[in-house]
């Protein structure tokens, strides 16, 4: 089965070229509980977060369930959300939502 794509905001490169100091997080599938269950590993997690203001620039998502994921990350950044927030948000578990835990504890 293919992984779905969701992207939002900045891309590393685009982040390179506007200026950003930037840290760069990447989680791969394999390491989320739901994907093992749901036996669709593949893909990962990619986030940009300005180190400057801890702010989320972008983030691109390949796999199981990335279209809904990605609205927690729009909230997030449409109301200007530090990215501890979610990093230390609770979610149900096992659910791929989850691994933003993971993915925001890497930066």
Not at 56 to 76: F, H, K, R, Y
């Amino acid at each position: 089965m293919t992984p779905q794509f969701a992207h939002i905001g900045l891309r590393e490169r685009e982040a390179k070229d506007q200026g950003y100091d930037y840290k760069v997080a990447k989680l791969p599938v394999t390491s989320i509980p739901r994907a093992k269950i749901d036996r669709s590993t593949k893909g990962f997690l990619k986030t940009i977060v300005d180190t400057k203001t801890n702010k989320i620039l972008g983030c691109t998502l390949i796999c199981s369930e990335a279209n809904e994921m990605i609205n927690t990350i729009q909230v997030a950044m449409n109301a200007d959300l530090d990215y501890r927030v979610v990093r230390d948000m609770v979610f149900t578990h096992p659910s791929m939502t989850e691994s933003f835990n993971d993915l925001f504890s890497l930066i």
